[in-house]
């Protein structure tokens, strides 16, 4: 295992990675980017953490406690790391199991904001998945759904309180179901584009019991010539 | 009541309209730009056609059969003469009533296109409207709401008929929950920007009883600075 200096670099933070089993993506910055933090905001979660990048870029923007629930003890283990490395322990905190089972650690309607990059893709009987089980489990939809993301988010999160997600474009319509059947109204979208003709990215915020309308989509942003994520959404 | 003939000069096609009492918007140009058209096309019914700019338009770039359906007498005269006057009373017709009677005219799973610019904005006791009749009808779902075009839409289109619609961004999620509800599938959705930070208007292709999946979110196009809409999606 390597320590990856450059990665959060812009953030003033290591993170540890592992080129052969798991990196964080681009799409985790642009979640944390796209996240707004106010002076009411007093607790976050993020689901689905990996190695802990949304933690640890939030943590520059905001001053409170964040907690990352992990299912994978190598990669829960990995982003432990980086919170002791970047001396973060006091404030940042990983819950090594699978975001179903929230109810556990978390009480419920007490959470401000959730956060979530999930798998992407369908699991089905025939998928393509790769081979390899932890990356299978970290790309596609075999230990959770879209389903699960929104019952544990209504569970944690207060009246009101906000879901962030970051998806593929290319599933839009089901993610909109999706927040929909489970009482989300979306108030921002922003998509990514990361080369070529099409948005490959989309950003959401949505409110829990929130009222429809006042919906933004915000101008798209191209991702494929810029030198640095942080302060992308202006 | 002028003719208006520059508002369609990119298109050689001459359209009535009334400085007072109606004038079609950009939308519909948009519309119809976005609307693909192949050679199994055969039948095309644009819904709320208000004096046809959609109708004449799509003329331009198919030769086959186009019928609008326009409510307002008034608003459907002017489109019937722009057709005389085009000389387009050969191939397109248009129908003085409510979408919601579609049933009553053209024949169930016959067409392969529907397209539709509704009227934009909710209507509830307490909305602000226009004190003129015919303009708040052009503008708030007064005759009609999201799901009569859905309902009707489905009635007429043949199974994987295209819908086409061009609506407000900040309806997003309303739109995708109703074209979801009557199992419309999203295929393509193309943001435009008329200035500023949002995107405004959203254009979305559904087919009828498709399957979710490959949905394209198509980079977004800002037309504040163009100075023609014809070919403006590429």
Chains 1, 2 share one sequence.
């Not at 923007?61 to 190598?74: D, F, M, S, T």
């Not at 950003?203 to 030198?227: M, Q, R, T």
Request: hydrophobic share 40%.
């Amino acid at each position: 295992v390597a320590i990856v200096k450059n990665d959060l670099y812009d953030y003033g933070l290591f993170i540890y990675q592992d080129d052969k089993r798991f990196k964080f993506s681009l799409d985790s910055i642009l979640l944390a980017e796209f996240v707004n933090i106010d002076k009411n905001t007093k607790y976050i979660v993020d689901f689905c953490t990996g190695n802990a990048p949304v933690p640890l870029i939030l943590s520059t923007k905001y001053a409170g406690n964040i907690v990352g629930i992990e299912l994978q003890k190598y990669i829960y283990d990995l982003g432990c790391k980086s919170i002791l490395t970047n001396k973060l322990n006091n404030r940042l905190e990983l819950i090594n199991d699978n975001i179903k089972n929230v109810n556990n650690y978390i009480e419920s309607e007490s959470v401000d904001i959730v956060t979530c990059n999930p798998p992407y893709f369908k699991y089905e009987k025939n998928s393509l998945i790769n081979d390899n089980r932890e990356k299978a489990i970290a790309r596609h939809e075999i230990e959770m759904s879209l389903e699960d993301i929104m019952i544990s988010a209504r569970y944690i999160l207060k009246n009101k309180g906000e879901l962030y997600i970051v998806h593929r474009s290319d599933r839009l319509q089901e993610i909109v179901n999706v927040l929909s059947n489970y009482k989300f109204a979306i108030k921002k979208i922003q998509f990514v584009c990361t080369g070529g003709n099409v948005s490959n990215i989309v950003l959401i915020k949505a409110i829990k019991n929130g009222n429809y309308g006042s919906l933004k989509v915000f101008k798209e942003v191209d991702v494929s010539n810029v030198n640095t994520y942080k302060g992308i959404f202006g």
